[in-house]
């Protein structure tokens, strides 16, 4: 499976929109981007997934650049719950999928 | 369905001894995994398996074993237990084959090896 690179921490102020950047520039053409996150020490939390269209649901919003190198998640309107980890993974689909490997995910405080 | 479902939530053990983590699912998902979760770091592959019958080793497998006899169970054992397995354990699960191949994990387990 294809590595992702994130930033360690990012900082939001509540309400606005936070942004999450991952780099994936050797994903490959039957891997899906996957976003996870983390609250405290819970589990893994699902957001969202995509392969090359951009995706929306309830939760956020994934960008996925033309060339599938690099995508961004978007939470609209962040509030303090929104604090957590961030994890970017990429991943194929089916009988292929083989491992999920996560890395150390980007750290996101949303303050007040 | 209660999902993904792990016991103990928490654990001492000395080192040297051995136990077996459980993880079982309601899901009827093909995929399960065990992930480790050191503090402050983000989690690591030890083993997964796609299918009853089939595992295969992650990132970190040494200290550790699986199987996958049926598709609902899938235990970790630590057959001597070494002060670097202290960790926060996930199990996850995810179905194959299908559209919304997500990831859901367990609660963890919480290991201390003294």
């Known amino acids: 499976d294809a590595k992702t690179t994130q930033p360690t921490s990012m900082d939001c102020a509540e309400g606005r929109a936070a942004n999450l950047p991952c780099n994936h520039s050797?994903?490959?053409?039957?891997?899906?981007v996957y976003w996870y996150r983390q609250i405290h020490s819970q589990g893994p939390q699902y957001i969202i997934h995509?392969?090359?269209n951009n995706e929306t649901n309830e939760m956020a919003s994934l960008i996925i650049t033309e060339d599938r190198k690099s995508s961004t998640l978007i939470l609209p309107h962040a509030t303090l719950r929104d604090t957590a980890v961030y994890y970017c993974i990429v991943s194929p689909l089916g009988t292929n999928a083989g491992k999920s490997t996560f890395g150390d995910g980007t750290t996101l405080t949303v303050k007040p | 369905n209660a999902g993904v479902t792990q016991t103990p939530k928490f654990q001492v053990l000395k080192t040297g001894q051995s136990m077996t983590l459980q993880c079982a699912q309601d899901?009827?998902?093909?995929?399960m995994s065990w992930y480790r979760q050191d503090p402050g770091m983000g989690l690591r592959l030890i083993h997964y398996s796609v299918g009853a019958g089939i595992t295969d080793q992650g990132e970190v497998p040494n200290g550790y074993n699986v199987s996958r006899s049926t598709t609902e169970d899938f235990p970790l054992r630590l057959l001597s237990a070494a002060p670097s397995q202290t960790s926060v354990y996930f199990c996850?699960?995810?179905?194959?084959?299908?559209?919304?191949?997500?990831?859901?994990f367990g609660s963890g387990t919480q290991l201390s090896v003294l």
């Open positions: 995509g392969l090359k």
């Open positions: 050797t994903i490959s053409g039957n891997e899906y």
């Open positions: 996850a699960s995810r179905p194959m084959g299908r559209l919304n191949e997500k990831l859901f």
């Open positions: 899901m009827n998902h093909e995929y």
